[in-house]
Nanobody, 125 residues
Framework: QVQLVEYGGGLVQAGDSLRLSCAAS????????MGWFRQALGKEREFVAA????????YYADSVKGRFTISRNNTRNTVYLQMNSLKPEDSAVYYC??????????????????WGQGTQVTVSS
C-alpha cells in the first residue's frame, strides 16, 4: 500500500496560481502512475490530471488543459499540480491518487488504488 499526503491547498482569488504537492510513502516502488482528482460540493469526483511514473507521459481534463501542469520528482516520491489562471469553478477538494496495479486508463477514479485525504482549494471571484 502507498500512503499519500497532499499539501498546498488554500484560498486564492480568480486568476491567481497555486501549487499542490503530494508526497508518497510506503510501497512507492509499486507505483505505475499518479493522478489528481477533485470533488466539488454536491458533485462527483472528477479527473484533473495524471502522469506515468516512469515515462512521464501526462494527461489532462479538457477543463484544465493549458492552465494546470502535473509533474513528478521520482527521487522525492512527490507529484505536483501547478494551477494557473484559477477560476471559481476550480474550487473543490483535490485528491492525489496512486496506481499500483497497472491499468491502461489513467483518467478514471477506478484506475487508482490508493488515495490521499484531500486538500481544499477555494477560488474567490
Amino acid at each position: 500500500q502507498v500512503q499519500l499526503v497532499e499539501y498546498g491547498g488554500g484560498l486564492v482569488q480568480a486568476g491567481d496560481s497555486l501549487r499542490l504537492s503530494c508526497a508518497a510513502s510506503g510501497r512507492t516502488f509499486s507505483i505505475y502512475a499518479m493522478g489528481w482528482f477533485r470533488q466539488a460540493l454536491g458533485k462527483e469526483r472528477e479527473f484533473v490530471a495524471a502522469i506515468s511514473w516512469t515515462g512521464g507521459s501526462t494527461y489532462y481534463a479538457d477543463s484544465v488543459k493549458g492552465r494546470f501542469t502535473i509533474s513528478r520528482n521520482n527521487t522525492r516520491n512527490t507529484v505536483y499540480l501547478q494551477m494557473n489562471s484559477l477560476k471559481p469553478e476550480d474550487s473543490a477538494v483535490y485528491y492525489c491518487a496512486a496506481q499500483t496495479h497497472r491499468r491502461t486508463r489513467l483518467t478514471t477514479r477506478h484506475a487508482y488504488d490508493d488515495w490521499g485525504q484531500g486538500t481544499q482549494v477555494t477560488v474567490s471571484s
